[in-house]
């Protein structure tokens, strides 16, 4: 399974992954699922990937191909985001056809989605969703993230936190909470996570950290989550129903039916 | 979508169960899906279902007719949890057999699922999930509870809390924190909610509550629960990591691959 996180903040975008994949229990290993393209000065793109390995690999593998020589304008030349989203939802595409028929052949999954945001020069920074069929959605302020793969456990805080006007900070912390969440209730998704942020306009990296099990600021955050909630649960006063109503069967399938 | 849970502790059983059944969004109504079997003195039994409404109607009908009369062996002579759970699991059998081809032909998910617990007699109090296959498993003290439906979105606060020997009033209100967040994250598990809890040994239905949007308990928990949430994440120190890294392309390359 794989956990990965994109936020659209007014200030930059937080981007991160998990990287265990697994095929069966008995196959487990880790892949980084975060490709990161950058020019200083000219983009900085970041793209974060779920589904069926193979897939998403070569997907991306075509933009490298794309994009291997800095002169080439197939990749380093598109002018937005949005482009270059088009451009990963239409190598996915390729892939599938070449690929999809076998693997179905097979009964193996045939599932991959994106996240890929950054920004390009004098554009404003953007983040899109790339679904299985190439198709793609945009984050707004509305909704100023996106999540792929295990997203459920992780997404609750996210709901109760993010907004725009969130600070990188905020939105880190967030993601690593969202992360600790998701590893809890599920296994098979593992550290570690790597985790880049962007700030606004300054097209090139901003932090980025590989958070491996010894990094004591995760476990810290592990830690203090875990005992906070507890703590705030604790805090909870008892409820001040009226004494307890017992109703005759007859009641019962009145109400309950 | 549905939500339900049933947590079984030393003390008691509390279940729990959204009242929203929704066929496409345009179709949205209200069921209970919970069914309460009660002989006080001799017999406390609770369902709740989940999947396609139907099917697990049916299933429960079966079980009614079989338990139409009090003086009926086939229901209220069963002297085990096991044997309800195990006669449960036929029933939802025999409505697949008779339902199941036709729902395929009109691609209607026949997906089915229930928690049964309660108790009988002098026998331990027990609680089981049975799936749509009509197998099913039973809660220990390592797994003390089963959530069927929605289930993932109010999952991390009940591993975090409960263990066999919370109260039954811990178990409660970690329930409707659980519904929370459900809730939140996803329109299609909706109030109201229905609550029972079970005292060991009492052989009759302890506290029940229908909790509707009014209800000013549930609505104290929704925003204390949120405000300790953003309370808890706002005092989280920020991390302590040094600077940025900014690595090259071909840094990344060898670590991010």
Chains 1, 2 share one sequence.
Not at 5 to 27: M, P
Not at 83 to 96: K, S, T
Not at 118 to 134: K, P, S, T
Not at 217 to 243: A, C, N
């Amino acid at each position: 399974m794989t956990y990965c996180v994109g936020i659209l903040l007014d200030a930059g975008i937080v981007f991160a992954s998990d990287s265990r994949t697994n095929a069966g229990v008995d196959q487990v290993s880790n892949y980084s699922k975060m490709r990161i393209f950058e020019r200083p000065g000219d983009r900085f793109i970041t793209i974060l990937s779920s589904g069926n390995l193979s897939l998403t690999q070569n997907a991306i593998n075509m933009l490298e191909q794309k994009g291997r020589h800095h002169e080439d304008a197939k990749f380093w030349g598109l002018q937005s985001m949005f482009e270059v989203a088009n451009l990963l939802g239409e190598n996915l595409r390729e892939v599938l056809k070449r690929d999809g028929p076998y693997l179905q052949q097979n009964n193996i999954d045939a599932s991959a989605s994106f996240i890929v945001g950054g920004q390009i020069g004098d554009e404003a920074m953007r983040m899109f969703l790339v679904y299985a069929a190439g198709n793609f959605i945009e984050a707004t302020p509305e909704t100023p993230f996106f999540q792929i793969g295990e997203t459920k456990y992780g997404k609750p805080i996210i709901d109760r936190v993010i907004k725009p006007e969130s600070t990188l900070m905020e939105a880190v912390k967030c993601t690593l909470v969202s992360f600790d969440s998701t590893m809890r209730s599920n296994v098979s998704v593992g550290l570690p996570i790597d985790l880049v942020w962007y700030e606004r306009a300054t097209l090139r990296v901003g932090l980025r950290r590989r958070i491996t099990e010894s990094d004591p600021y995760f476990s810290m955050i592990h830690m203090q989550w875990g005992e906070g909630l507890r703590k705030v649960f604790s805090l909870l006063p008892d409820p001040t129903w009226d004494s307890p109503e017992v109703l005759s069967l007859q009641q019962q399938a009145q109400i309950f039916k």
